[in-house]
């Protein structure tokens, strides 16, 4: 379904995208790592694609709903694609293979709709978080189908869903500029922002993760070893075998005490 607007139809990916470009060339190069991520991003498109057939049936405005109908059938079917692509790798594996660290807060997938309150956004919340929302997912997509050239099916998969991405980013912009004329500028404003918080959140909790594990390493090596080592030299001075208690304590054994 196409829109009226005058909105660009293809965006490339932001500047702070492509200078993590390598980052993510070294994420994609691992089977493994690659087979857990399209799964992870299989669950998040799925799982958008709900939260905009609610949004479908919330909303009050018939056009939004149509649109929402096909945006959500897009999503769904992101969600199978990846899924099936992922399956097809991991046929591929060999036997025995062990899951690697995932680096997600580097390269996230899908659209970041599992931060929003579907029920609770009006027409024009809910498309000004969708445009930037779609933006951001096209931007990362571009990237990721650029440093796939070695897995061209996988590939494939990201430049396919990168079109619709486009037409997702497209639509919600062109609707957001009829459904609030004179106030759209704002809305986008306080989207970014409300994002720019949220992904604030995602960096801090991911570092304060971070310094918590060499925290907790450093305290382990630091401050477990005196202890092992007083633990230890106690032991050595302890008789070995059955010890003879003093006469005193050898009482009656009817009393507790
Ligand atoms: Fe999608
Ligand atoms: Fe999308």
Known sequence: MKTTASVPTQMRATTFDRMLAPVH??????????VHKLIRFGETETDGG???LRAAE???????RRLYLVHAIDELRHGVMFRRRAAALLSELPTGSRPKVQADWLAPGGHGLDELEVDEESDETMLAFLHLSEKAAASRFWVYRNVLQYDPP??????EILHDENFHMNYTLTQLARVAPQHHGWQ?????????????LRVASAVAGVMASVILTVQYFVLLSP????????????LPGWTPIPPERNDSLKRQY
Do not use: H, N, Q
Not at 188 to 200: D, E, P, Q, T
Not at 227 to 238: D, H, M, P, T, V
């Open 25 to 34: 060339r070294w994420i994609w190069r691992d089977a493994e790592r690659r």
């Open 50 to 52: 709900r939260d905009i």
């Open 58 to 64: 919330v909303t009050s405005d018939p056009l939004l």
């Open 154 to 159: 996988t590939r494939a998969v990201f430049e």
């Open 188 to 200: 986008l404003w306080r989207a970014r922002m409300s994002r720019l918080w949220k992904g604030y």
């Open 227 to 238: 202890f092992a080592w007083l633990a230890k030299r106690a032991a050595r001075k302890e």
